[in-house]
């Protein structure tokens, strides 16, 4: 279905938030910072490998979120707008440093609750490896993964935010699903 000329795109309601961010309401940006500040730190830390450097990269994405909002078209979702942000930011900060492998706490690893030491262990292990596998991706295939299955956006809005085709975000997905395939161990051996 299209409006005219352009394909029609449903309203995004945290568009809205970014209408009052431009009006200079901090209130809405409290609220978006609520709403999509852990989500995108999460993102930060996957990319960067440092927690303390990830929530500093945050901080300067919801500063160029507050500042660019004025500017928002409102042709994409906000989350999609505020991943590009996020990934321009830490490609940015990649460049400036080299980053140092920084390894989760035992609770963040397993997030698990009311099971017993066997489960948690091989949880554990299940996770290190997963954690390897995804290392052993090219960078390109890990990011279209990470986005698609971590932070559950559609092929059609990781096309958007890498300025690839969605059969490219496609290829890389499927590419990196058979290598992880090949790299895991089977579940019988975890």
Known sequence: ??????????????????????????????????????????FLVARLNNRQLAEEVLQDVMLAAWRAAPNFREESKVLTWLLTIARNRAINTQRKLRPTLVELNEEVKLQVTDTGPLEKVSRLDKYEALREGLEQLPEMQREVLVLVFFHQLSGAEVAEMLNISVGTVKSRLHRAKEMLRRVLPSEENL
């Open 1 to 42: 279905m299209t409006e005219g000329n352009a394909a029609y795109r449903p309203e995004d309601p945290d568009h809205t938030l970014i209408r009052r961010m431009a009006a200079g309401e901090t209130e809405a940006l409290d609220e978006l910072y609520a709403r999509y500040g852990p989500g995108i730190l999460n």
